[in-house]
């Protein structure tokens, strides 16, 4: 039995709550539930009249914080620094031990992260960077950002992270680095990767804002890669409210981190080009960005930090409940985990398999809300947006991806969840995949 998991109230993401402002009122029930009725000696699902399996809503993630949490940020609204203070330093030595990277700038958020990241690789126009488009869009802003043109590689259609071949596949003279997912948690194929950029002279950016917490080949995620980027986001399995940070074993790559993330400015003596004029004196030698973060934010991570391994079990179980119950149903497709990665799970990613049922993914998002149940996508493939369309992308580019995003949706995952909510999840998803699965 899994042990039920103390809660803590919060404000929920914005996204979560307005996925779950819609109702079984709101539903097309009438043609949903149309021709149904010889299933009537099956549960019938709110969607189509039935009883919602619970009452109240379950949001698809939510952050967790305890009293201790509480008190770190108190301690800092009561201290001499609320920014550039000595939390953020702690933080980041923090992060070095939990991972065993050499070296970690803490930043304002996981977007920065991966923006200075690129800037640290010395990405610039004219260059291409090669990521997944299962991803959300700042893997490929990030490329943007420096005036270089994003490339999307194909991913693993069991895994759903980006597949080594297809990467090596889409390197040509332009290519400077490789940005790499660790989609739901799980580590991509990093021996893989680092063999593919070591052989064609390109940086490996490990996109890890879904990845603290896992190991790969028995080390943590974050010292592997030439730099990983992490995210702070409320429903991160570790949470800042905001915050990001990127890690790594590289000091040439530290130093140029640590100028991006504060304007370009430094008080290194030994990067001024001037005699200082006194002890108030500082330089600007590059174009930066204002991308620090508060010590506010830095004390929250630390005390999350505390609770990682607690996160990281408590997600394990609630995976393997999940595995258990829909490696069950044939209607069903669970996500492959590659012996190499001890993941700590972000999201859990239900895959329907469309031949076997009489709905669509949109309609099982609705039946699921219409019990109470509340869920996302992850992700809209990025060359789908305007934006990049307007760019000249085009669909078509990763077949296997375009096929994931058809047929998967995100249910709730989150620390906090009780044996109850996690039975409820299998419930749910049970009694609508019996009463719209097709026979045979």
């Known amino acids: 039995m899994l042990q039920a998991a103390r809660r803590k109230s919060g404000n929920n993401s914005l996204q979560s709550v307005s996925l779950c402002r819609r109702s079984a009122h709101n539903l097309d029930m009438h043609k949903s539930c149309a021709g149904m009725r010889r299933g009537m000696g099956k549960e019938i699902p709110a969607f189509c009249g039935g009883t919602p399996v619970r009452d109240t809503k379950l949001f698809y993630g939510h952050q967790y914080i305890d009293e201790a949490d509480i008190q770190a940020v108190v301690d800092v609204l009561e201290s001499d620094y609320l920014t550039c203070g000595p939390k953020i330093g702690e933080l980041e030595e923090k992060l070095c031990q939990v991972t065993g990277a050499k070296y970690a700038v803490a930043c304002s958020n996981g977007t920065a992260a991966l923006h200075i990241a690129c800037m640290a690789a010395g990405i610039g126009a004219g260059d291409e960077v090669i990521t997944t488009p299962i991803t959300f869009a700042a893997s490929a802003n990030c490329a943007l950002y420096c005036g270089a043109r994003p490339v999307f590689a194909d991913i693993d259609e069991e895994t759903y992270n980006i597949d080594p071949q297809s990467v090596a596949e889409k390197v040509n003279g332009k290519t400077k680095a490789v940005v790499a997912v660790d989609f739901t948690g799980q580590s991509v194929e990093l021996d893989e990767l680092l063999a593919v950029c070591r052989e064609k002279g390109l940086v490996l950016i490990e996109d890890g804002a879904h990845v603290i917490g896992t190991k790969y080949k028995g080390r943590a995620n974050g010292s592997i890669a030439d730099m990983?980027?992490?995210?702070?986001?409320?429903?991160?399995?570790?949470?800042?409210?905001?915050?990001?940070?990127?890690?790594?074993?590289?000091?040439?790559?530290?130093?140029?981190?640590?100028?991006?993330?504060?304007?370009?400015?430094?008080?290194?003596?030994?990067?001024l080009e001037h005699e200082p004029e006194g002890g108030w004196y500082y330089e600007q030698i590059d174009l930066g960005y204002n991308y620090r973060i508060t010590d506010m934010q830095a004390a929250l991570i630390i005390s999350q930090l505390d609770k990682l391994q607690m996160f990281s079990r408590r997600r394990k179980e609630i995976v393997a409940r999940y595995n258990e119950a829909f490696s069950k149903l044939p209607q069903i497709a669970v996500q492959k985990e590659i012996p190499e990665s001890d993941t700590t799970r972000h999201l859990y990613i239900l895959r329907l398999v469309p031949e076997k049922l009489k709905i669509g993914r949109k309609e099982f998002f609705d039946a699921l809300a219409a019990e109470n149940i509340c869920c996302n996508v992850h992700y809209i493939p990025t060359y789908y947006f305007p934006y990049y369309q307007k760019l000249g992308f085009a669909k078509g580019i990763c077949p296997k991806a375009e096929k994931l995003y058809e047929e998967m949706l995100s249910i709730p995952l989150y620390y906090a969840m009780t044996d109850k909510d996690v039975e409820d999840v299998i419930r749910a998803v049970t009694k609508i995949v019996e009463y719209y699965s097709l026979p045979g």
Do not use: Q
């Not at 995210?231 to 100028?259: D, I, M, Q, R, W």
């Open 228 to 271: 990983t980027t992490f995210s702070f986001h409320p429903v991160k399995t570790v949470t800042g409210g905001e915050g990001g940070a990127v890690l790594t074993n590289n000091e040439e790559y530290y130093k140029k981190l640590l100028l991006y993330r504060s304007h370009g400015i430094t008080r290194d003596t030994g990067l």
